[in-house]
């Protein structure tokens, strides 16, 4: 990824409103896939935000993954379960999400490997762990059996859609 200056145009408009209504789009599509009981899926929706970010620079996705959290609530994509609950599961996991773009890619031949996602869906694993803990009081174990499954299987996803979306869209959106 470039070092790309944050700066709002027609074009970073239209582009970052694709970006939204795609993971707006893919989120919805998530309700197929099995759901935990008080929320948590496989979220392949993030790969939206995660190329956002990657093609379009780290500011543009942590906006575009920011107006998400909005829209998740305002269409009832999101539960409210409370203030820690809103930061450790929603606004912060997804800024994170969105600010991937910082972590550049690991050259492996010629091969670009994404080692932003594995380090990303750690971190935002994390944050659901400390949403467990905090505000629902959950002991680690079973916080960990709960979180730990969905966010890998999103990992595993994300990764192999990102691997075969992102070469294609690379030549094709240009910033």
Avoid at 35 to 58: D, E, K, Q
Avoid at 62 to 91: E, K, M, Q, R
Avoid at 99 to 105: A, K, S, T, V, Y
Avoid at 116 to 128: A, D, E, P, Q
């Amino acid at each position: 990824m470039k070092n790309k200056k944050f700066e709002i145009s027609t074009k970073t408009m239209a582009y970052m409103a694709i970006f939204a209504a795609l993971q707006i789009v893919l989120e919805y599509l998530t309700q197929f896939t099995p759901t935990m009981p008080n929320g948590g899926n496989i979220s392949f929706s993030l790969v939206a935000l995660m190329m956002c970010s990657y093609l379009m620079g780290a500011c543009y996705g942590l906006v575009v993954s920011l107006v998400c959290v909005g829209l998740h609530f305002v269409l009832g994509l999101a539960t409210f379960y409370g203030p820690l609950s809103l930061i450790f599961d929603y606004l912060l996991p997804l800024a994170i999400v969105g600010l991937i773009g910082f972590i550049p890619f690991l050259k492996v031949n010629k091969f670009d490997f994404p080692i932003g996602i594995i380090i990303v869906m750690v971190l935002k694993t994390i944050c659901h762990l400390i949403s467990g803990w905090y505000a629902f009081a959950t002991p680690l174990v079973a916080n960990l059996t709960y979180n730990v499954p969905y966010n890998l299987a999103t990992l595993l996803t994300c990764f192999i859609l990102f691997i075969i979306l992102y070469p294609r869209l690379k030549k094709m959106i240009r910033i």
